[in-house]
């Protein structure tokens, strides 16, 4: 996606993402999505004369051979503009390769743009095999992904790109590629698609992890999103805890540099994805419904830490990926399974209320009391019956429940149903 209005500068000369990350480590918390405040300026670090890391919404690296670069992800094509400029000053003349992480927007959508902004170039790009895949599903579904992008990111209106440039060359599970002496591993991962790639350079002892790490709780219950894969998460970035690198370059937020610290950041989030559905499956392997394993569930104190904290997706859409992908879509309750139309269901509740006012008068109760998500669940029902009516405490009820959120998703759906 591109979040139209934004601009991207590059401004910090001094930037430092590795002295950015040790001070988020010491924290207990981190307030808002840094992934997703970090990316707003262009910013290149030098981490030695032949790698780079650049600063973006969609992190990129950079690999030099003399005036060569091999680029992992290009960013998001409206911060092109900037990544260009930064490659040109760090003496890059042209782009041989290009690796996917994964096919996501903010990751690809920078490509056209770098390739023709170096004319020499005959790039090669490469990604997972099942990105031709996603490509093709996403020319099925621009208006629903613009409407995702528009809920997710609060932005003015619907914005989905409709042009992607494929991959030259796929692979399977695994793949070698030499680059300036140094050969860079590819490993095919399942975790928040099923296209993702993490690399690494045995030289520079680096990982590069796309979006399995993003300096939040994972992207691993997205309520829009049709693939999700938490467990294979879990394991995923286990598997990259035994490279022991030196440094990581995540898909969003800072680079980390320390091998104690990045086996701690992948272990603890691995751990806590493998907590989640191995709970999860133990719940509905013992008949308990979706719901109920809402209300039992939450995640254990140790991993409270700043880097997995619900601000961007949530620990409860976490349980529904797991769900899903085990269990289909039935949630175990009963009357949701055809449930009436809603308007049907509010006609029920103004009846059983004594009319309108009545009821309007018991929403009103439930809001001074803060019961925001009981209320939520009724007023849905009587706004489909009388949107004059109940228009003004529909958009209490969720003004409050966006407030109440942590979560940027959660938030941006609350918010996107308010009237205006
Ligand atoms: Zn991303």
């Known amino acids: 996606m591109s979040l139209e209005g934004l601009q991207f500068v590059n401004t910090d000369n001094n930037y430092n993402p590795i ?3 040790k001070s988020f480590l010491t924290k207990k918390t981190l307030p808002n999505q840094v992934s997703i405040q970090e990316g707003f300026n262009v910013e290149l670090f030098e981490v030695n004369k032949n790698l780079a890391f650049i600063k973006n919404f969609g992190n990129v690296a950079a690999f030099k051979d003399d005036t060569s670069a091999l680029l992992i992800d290009t960013g998001m094509g409206v911060s092109s503009v900037q990544v260009v400029s930064k490659l040109k000053e760090w003496g890059i003349e042209n782009v041989e390769f290009i690796i996917y992480t994964h096919g996501h927007v903010d990751h690809v959508t920078g490509t056209d743009y770098i390739i023709n902004a170096f004319e020499n170039s005959n790039t090669e790009v490469i ?3 099942n990105i031709v895949n996603r490509f093709d599903r996403y020319k099925k579904t621009i208006g629903y992904n613009g409407i995702i992008n528009q809920r997710q990111f609060g932005l003015p209106s619907p914005v989905f790109p409709n ?5 030259d060359t796929t692979y399977d599970d695994s793949y070698e590629l030499e680059f300036n002496n140094s050969v860079l591993k590819l490993f095919h991962g399942k975790g928040e698609t099923d296209d993702a790639t993490y690399i690494y350079s045995e030289k520079d002892n680096a990982l590069f992890t796309g979006d399995f790490f993003i300096w939040s709780l994972p992207n691993a219950g997205n309520p829009s999103k049709s693939q999700r894969y938490v467990g294979s998460w879990g394991e995923v970035l286990k598997k990259m805890s035994e490279l022991n690198s030196e440094y990581l370059f995540p898909g969003h937020g800072p680079l980390i540099k320390g091998k104690k610290e990045i086996t701690k950041v992948l272990l603890d989030t691995s751990n806590c994805m493998l907590w989640i559905e191995d709970n999860v499956l133990s719940l509905m392997n013992s008949g308990h419904s979706l719901r109920e394993i809402h209300s039992k569930l939450s995640l254990p104190p140790e991993f409270q830490q700043p880097y997995l904290v619900s601000v961007y997706d949530d620990f409860k859409f976490l349980i529904n990926s797991v769900w899903r992908q085990y269990g289909g879509w039935y949630s175990g309750t009963p009357s949701e399974l055809k449930p009436p139309a809603l308007n049907e269901i ?24 803060e019961k925001y998500k009981e209320a939520s669940v009724v007023v849905d029902a009587v706004y489909a019956v009388n949107k004059e009516l109940f228009s003004e405490i529909k958009n209490e009820i969720y003004f409050n429940l966006s407030e109440q959120e942590t979560s940027l998703m959660a938030k941006g759906i609350y918010k996107f149903d308010l009237d205006s």
């Open 19 to 21: 002295d950015l990350s």
């Open 127 to 129: 990604g997972h095999k």
């Open 163 to 167: 042009e992607f440039t494929y991959p």
């Open 346 to 369: 509010g006609k029920t509740y103004i009846d059983m209320a004594g009319g309108e006012d009545n009821l309007l008068e018991f929403l009103n109760s439930l809001v001074s009391s």
